[in-house]
């Protein structure tokens, strides 16, 4: 027998109902902060990802699935979506006529990573970015609109981080003092560690590893090297989450794990994920449209990962978890000269928005009554030679057990939800 390929999951028909739950809340809420759905290909040119997010990340060296096509060109399939949003916008120059630019996306990605509970290596993100705003209210909409999205798929328990990154010269300045102390504990560093001290040392605060996570306790903070600017910008973000009475903790460590990333980063984290606790984050990237071929544009965006949002909802507020609806009414007939009339009737009432089934397998009454039940039908509607010689039919409701007798002229004014 073929199975499907480690890292990846079948949704089934008993799953989707509780995503298209959350696909719904999506377009509900980012409707309310008036951004706009943006799709792109599944796959793009490789330089795309590896001159944004870092030739030095563990996204580029480890994790892209990267393949050469028969042009003779290297494509990747998509590891996460701001640097393709990012090359569409400029490509199809979307900043031209608005202020601010406001995106939301959702769709698969690709990361070739060890399979775990809640980390697949085809997942699904949600996300949002707010285009052309260099100040931090931008930011705050963002992170208001993942907060807000959360609450809306029924998660309470859950905990906000942010940091600042600063700009240029202020993380210029916090990386060679941070250079210098990891360079200090360098032996007590894990291999990938000592890699990143060479490349980007700041992506050494991001390490799982616990002896790193020893060394970094001490290490300086990011806030202690902030110019006027940097700590304004941070200052106004803060003071706006408590405006909204958005609750949040500040982690002078968190870093995320891209390397467009300046001035504002926030990470959303639940318990009810063990270990790997973060589902979603995001942060500032100014600088990534200029290293995409664009002009300099400043941004802000998020990414929460669905499969993620999923286990949460189940682990924590399973009363949230919708059961896909089975059938609003089953069509029972008596004999099989009767099912030409089943499907006319069943076309009348889906042309009028009611799910409705008909028996393909030509059973007996009371197989066909199992079905109904099995299918946790609303009701069911029994067709009988003496009742379409009257040009009528039984509706039985199957939550009261009520049955009235209805002219099938009139079917089209009662309710079936």
Known sequence: MIQNIRGTKDILPDQIGQWHSLERIFNEVTTLYGYKELRTPIFEKTEVFSRSIGDNTDIVNKEMYTFIDKGGESVTLRPEMTAALVRSVIQNSLTQEVSALRLWYFGPF????????????????????????????????????????????????????????????????????????????????????????????????????????LVIESAPSILDFLDDESRNHFDVVKSMLDDAKVPYKIDPKLVRGLDYYCHTVFEFKSGALGAQDAFGGGGRYDGLFSQLGGKLTPAVG????????????????????????????????????????????????????????????????????????????????????????????????????????????????????
Request: hydrophobic fraction near 35%; glycine fraction near 4%; charge should be neutral.
């Open 110 to 213: 690709f990361r070739y990573e060890r399979p775990q509970k809640g980390r697949l290596r085809q997942f699904h993100q949600f996300g949002a970015e707010c285009i052309r705003s260099p100040y931090p209210e931008s930011d705050v909409e963002i992170i208001l609109l993942a907060n807000q999205l959360i609450r809306k798929a029924g998660i309470s328990d859950y905990q906000l981080n942010i940091n600042t990154l600063g700009n240029d010269s202020s993380r210029t300045l916090y990386k060679d003092e941070l250079t210098k102390y990891l360079t200090s504990n360098k032996e007590q560093l894990s291999e990938d560690s000592k890699f990143r001290l060479e490349t980007n040392p700041l992506r050494v605060l991001d390490s799982k590893s616990e002896n790193d996570k």
């Open 302 to 417: 998020f990414a929460m990962g669905v499969e993620r949002l999923l286990l949460i909802i189940e682990n924590s507020a399973p009363e949230q978890v919708i059961k896909q609806s089975d059938c609003d009414v089953f069509i029972v007939c008596m004999n099989e000269n009767l099912l030409k009339d089943a499907f006319k009737i069943s076309e009348m009432l889906r042309s009028n928005g009611y799910s409705t089934f008909c028996d393909l397998h030509r059973r007996s009454m009371k197989a066909q009554m199992r079905e109904t039940n099995k299918l946790n039908a609303k009701h069911c509607i029994i067709i009988g030679e003496d009742e379409i010689k009257r040009n009528a039919v039984t509706i039985k409701n199957m939550i009261t057990s009520k049955q009235v007798e209805i002219k099938i002229d009139l079917l089209h004014t009662i309710s079936f939800s």
